[in-house]
């Protein structure tokens, strides 16, 4: 069975945005993008790079004569050297896209999948970009209208200063149930200071969510839904005790509450699962300590380097929290580049949670997605979101990142990059259990459009077990 996690007509929107900003402000192009400019994770790095095109020069021999190359006197003498003129700014103009300052590009939303129903909309995108032709801002809200979530919209802000901070604020809401506040800040990203400080705010209710059981071998067919209300902040401050090395102290505050959710044709949760722990939601207050080793070339476009990660973290009843335990793992990631096109990446992950008798079921690790959310949640792309729940996880992955068309259009870089994937991964109970026995195989291509130095677009469709799933958005997943 095909489970429609993002679309491929997404991929369209997301070239479009790479390649078409330089060419046409007001191009039209039917794709869905909503997915690409969604957050399920800390954007830490995603920038456009693009600009408006001048206007042409549609009478080559006007233009010379402008500029003082050519005069109406076909006796006269060449013209004595001297300064050129500066052009003249041309003034706004409503009906004047090239004097506009962004690149606009409106882009209908067409979304269907066969638990969450059928989306339309549209989404205007509307991009900033400085002097040296990088865009800083990117404005996208949109409109839209769902089969069981009703009439919608969300609105979007994306700000890029410079390369050491970046800022996000987003907020959704829809006639049934769903609603999202995502604000995000991040600073010291190229660890040139002393600190580095990343911080979050999210609220959201999503009546969509699923439950499948506890356990590495749960049955597609136990598959439940349930509304998660939550809000939670994160704040993390890291001292960079060189470039390379940090160490980071990581508070996240968070309160949840479990209701019944928006599908009909699925049971909740608590009917199912009425011995699980969480039913009732409560509070966890999540206190970690992470080691980093970084030698990537770019957090956001990384082809050469390396970055190793240690983490522990503890939750008590003692401290604001509603259960106690703890947990400790690690990560790895390294990007090795055959020549100027071919990038071949490896991750690998292993979370253990020995103390791991009382969490709720919304606090275990997390297998299946796109996303690699260290400590909440890993990627499998064969499946859905969250697909398998346990204490523990151990999940690896490689890619090949192949770059098989490139070319500038105005002021735009814009390349293509096909990425086949092999991954496998498992949760399992407890520290005793083998983290590399009865995994979950999954193989697939990703499509990117990258604008450099900072945005990466994808459509990546991997195939599972239980099929085949689709994602789109921005962002490597590791």
């Known amino acids: 069975m095909m489970r429609i996690a993002g679309q491929v007509s997404g991929l369209i929107g997301l070239l479009a945005l ?4 330089g060419v046409l402000p007001a191009a039209e192009v039917a794709a869905d993008s909503r997915a690409a400019l969604s957050v399920s994770q ?8 693009g600009a408006n095109s001048g206007a042409s020069a549609a009478n080559p021999l006007a233009t010379a004569a402008a500029a003082g190359s050519v005069t109406s006197d076909p006796n006269a003498g060449p013209m004595p050297p001297g300064p050129i003129p500066a052009k003249a700014p041309q003034r706004f103009s409503i009906l004047d896209p090239h004097t506009w300052p962004f690149s606009f590009v409106p882009v209908p939303e067409i979304a269907t999948d066969p638990n969450q129903g059928t989306t339309a909309g549209l989404l205007p995108v509307f991009l900033f970009n400085d002097d040296h032709h ?4 990117i404005l996208a809200p949109d409109m839209t209208v769902n089969t069981i979530m009703g009439a919608g919209g969300t609105f979007r802000f994306l700000a890029y200063p410079s390369e050491d901070t970046q800022w996000y604020a987003i907020g959704a809401a829809a006639w049934n149930l769903a609603r999202k506040v995502d604000l995000f800040y991040s600073t010291g ?15 959201e209710r999503d009546p969509t969510d699923r439950f499948f059981g506890i356990g590495n071998q749960t049955m597609h067919g136990g598959q439940t839904n349930f509304t998660t209300e939550q809000v939670y902040g994160f704040g993390a401050l890291s001292l960079n005790i060189t470039k390379e090395l940090q160490i980071a102290l990581v508070e996240k505050p968070r309160y949840v509450r479990i209701s019944q959710g928006a599908l009909s044709t699925m049971p909740f949760i608590g009917k199912l699962y009425p011995g699980v722990k969480g039913l009732n939601g409560g509070t966890d207050m999540i206190n970690r300590l992470i080691l980093s080793y970084d030698t990537r070339d770019s957090q956001d476009i990384p082809r050469r380097g390396c970055l190793f990660r240690l983490f522990a973290g503890l939750s008590d009843r003692s401290f604001l929290s509603s259960a106690s ?5 690690g990560e790895a990631r390294g990007y090795t580049s055959f020549g100027s096109r071919v990038t071949l990446v490896g991750h690998a992950f292993l979370q253990y949670m020995p103390a791991g008798a009382e969490p709720p079921f919304w606090a275990m690790a997390r297998l299946g997605g796109e996303d690699s959310l260290l400590t909440d949640q890993q990627t499998l792309r064969g499946y859905g979101t969250g697909r398998f729940v346990d204490n523990d996880l151990s999940v690896a992955n490689v890619e090949l990142r192949t770059r098989v068309y490139d070319m500038d259009i105005f002021d735009t870089h814009g ?7 092999l991954e496998a991964g498992k949760v399992f109970h407890t520290m005793r259990d083998d983290p590399v026995m009865r995994i979950h195989p999954v193989g697939g291509v990703g499509v990117r459009g990258i604008a450099e130095p900072f945005v990466v677009g994808y459509v990546d469709i991997g195939v599972g077990g239980e099929g085949a799933t689709i994602f789109s958005g921005i962002n490597y997943p590791f």
Do not use: C, M
């Open 18 to 21: 790479v390649l078409l900003p």
């Open 42 to 49: 800390p954007v830490a790095g995603s920038q456009a790079a």
């Open 134 to 137: 990088q865009i800083r801002n």
């Open 189 to 203: 990203r190229t660890h040139s200071d002393k600190w580095s400080f990343d911080g979050r705010f999210y609220f």
């Open 325 to 329: 335990y703890t947990q400790f793992g």
């Open 415 to 421: 390349i293509i990059e096909l990425a086949p994937f």
